[in-house]
């Protein structure tokens, strides 16, 4: 045994990205970036059910999230939280980022086939990244390191959700998670019939049997991923500089809500997409053929007295 290189010893009980931890890697560092140069958005699956949007049962939903790396700040949207994950939500993650602060000039993602295709990175014309002028990169498949700070966020979001009666992680005693997903099953069918007293009477028993919060709808569960957000943007980051705390007088690190106005402060100018522009940015966009002034979009013909001056030329539509 001492005859084995000690990274051999890992060999076959660690495979993949989980034998990163024993090997040399080179440590990115944030030093001299300024905010949205570099946004890094990821994905989780989340631990915990909440009721469908339609049907009212409960289920669980894919979250995807964004991080300005210089900043250390995270963005979630409601278009970004969705049933499965999904290019119209992995877009969601750059529309958070875009209505809060602005287009990021590099967007790091997963190394998706939701992400690599011609309506968001491939098209030279139509693509999302030709028509905003922004280079999206992937980390490496089987790295997950790569995307540590992202992969952060998923160790916070799946503490927080330890709140929910719902939570499913490792930490959820089986059978009392049980007892908590036939409770929601009655409150489901409870809901169906429109008797809100045993909805009510229900939701209390669920909560009590799983010690914790039970979304009564969607948009709960939004409206709380969102709130958890918000309170992590003002808790201290570590990989941020130290301040004085002006009430305690005590060293801390700063908020990434600190570190941004910091920022602000300093001549950096926030340019949020909005109105027109935020629809039209993230709006399909498709290159078509003009015939006799006409396009053809989906089986449907479009006319427009210019067109008549470009037939037979490509226009984006």
């Given at each position: 045994k001492d005859k084995y290189s000690k990274l051999d010893a890992h060999k076959g009980r660690n495979t993949g990205s989980a034998m990163n931890p024993y090997k040399f890697a080179h440590k990115r560092t944030s030093d001299g970036m300024w905010p949205l140069l570099e946004v890094h958005s990821d994905g989780w699956a989340t631990k915990f059910t909440?009721?469908?949007?339609?049907?009212?049962?409960?289920?669980?939903?894919?979250?995807?999230?964004?991080?300005?790396?210089?900043?250390?700040?995270?963005?979630?949207?409601?278009?970004?939280?969705?049933?499965?994950?999904?290019?119209?939500?992995?877009?969601?993650?750059?529309?958070a980022v875009c209505a809060e602060d602005g287009e990021p000039v590099v967007w790091q993602t997963d190394n998706t086939g939701s992400v690599k295709n011609d309506?968001?990175?491939?098209?030279?014309?139509?693509?999302?990244?030709?028509?905003?002028?922004?280079?999206?990169?992937?980390?490496?498949?089987?790295?997950?390191?790569?995307?540590?700070?992202?992969?952060?966020?998923?160790?916070?979001?799946?503490?927080?959700?330890?709140?929910?009666?719902?939570?499913?992680?490792?930490?959820?005693d089986s059978l009392a998670a049980k007892r908590t997903l036939r409770i929601t099953q009655a409150m489901v069918r409870a809901m169906q019939a429109s008797d809100a007293v045993e909805v009510a009477r229900l939701r209390a028993e669920a909560q009590k049997t799983g010690c914790g919060m039970v979304f009564g709808s969607y948009s709960e569960a939004v409206a709380w991923l969102k709130k958890i957000v918000?309170?992590?943007?003002?808790?201290?980051?570590?990989?941020?500089?130290?301040?004085?705390?002006?009430?305690?007088?005590?060293?801390?690190?700063?908020?990434?809500?600190e570190r941004m106005a910091d920022f602000v402060a300093d001549g950096w100018e926030k340019k949020p997409l909005s109105g027109d522009e935020l629809i039209d940015a993230f709006r399909v966009h498709e290159v078509k053929r003009v015939t006799r002034g006409v396009v053809s979009v989906m089986g449907q013909t479009y006319h427009h007295d210019e067109l008549d001056h470009l037939n037979g030329e490509d226009v984006l539509v």
């Open positions: 909440a009721p469908h949007p339609v049907s009212g049962k409960f289920v669980t939903y894919e979250v995807w999230h964004s991080h300005d790396v210089a900043t250390r700040k995270a963005y979630v949207h409601e278009r970004s939280i969705g049933l499965s994950e999904n290019m119209m939500v992995i877009l969601g993650s750059l529309y309506r968001v990175e491939f098209d030279p014309s139509a693509s999302i990244a030709a028509r905003r002028g922004m280079t999206i990169v992937h980390n490496l498949p089987g790295n997950s390191q790569a995307n540590g700070i992202a992969e952060s966020f998923n160790r916070y979001l799946y503490e927080r959700s330890k709140d929910l009666a719902t939570f499913q992680g490792r930490e959820m918000v309170e992590f943007n003002d808790m201290p980051h570590r990989e941020l500089p130290k301040i004085t705390d002006a009430e305690s007088g005590k060293r801390r690190h700063m908020t990434p809500n």
